[in-house]
């Protein structure tokens, strides 16, 4: 099992830019498919961004794309998602995830962004 650790959230105004960084530990993540989900109150988690391992393959929800960037350093244990053109409907608690050989299996604790008007 691998413990992720993100990092980097905040409040920011909209327009504004956040990194966040995902730290991973107890295995090496340079084999596995990393993704971002992110929750806001009251909905339910989705998918926003995913990585496959070598970081020459990337996919975006719809909602994300040209603003953010998913990637990934693997000497560093480490993904990343550059987020620009923040939006008040960004708000969220954001996740990284590994994804292992059936699904998402292992998750971070999440970091909130706040994106105010």
């Known amino acids: 099992q691998v413990q992720l650790v993100e990092s980097g959230g905040g409040l920011v105004q909209a327009g504004g830019s956040l990194r966040l960084s995902c730290t991973a530990s107890g295995r090496a993540i340079s084999s596995y498919p990393m993704g971002w989900f992110r929750q806001a109150p009251g909905k339910e988690r989705e998918f926003v961004a995913a990585?496959?391992?070598?970081?020459?393959?990337?996919i975006y929800t719809d909602s994300v794309k040209g603003r953010f960037t998913i990637s990934r350093d693997n000497a560093k244990n480490t993904v990343y998602l550059q987020m620009n053109s923040l939006k008040p409907e960004d708000t969220a608690v954001y996740y990284c995830?590994?994804?292992?050989?059936?699904?998402?299996?292992?998750w971070g604790q999440g970091t909130q962004v706040t994106v105010s008007s």
């Open positions: 990585i496959n391992w070598s970081g020459g393959n990337t």
């Open positions: 995830a590994a994804h292992g050989d059936v699904n998402w299996g292992d």
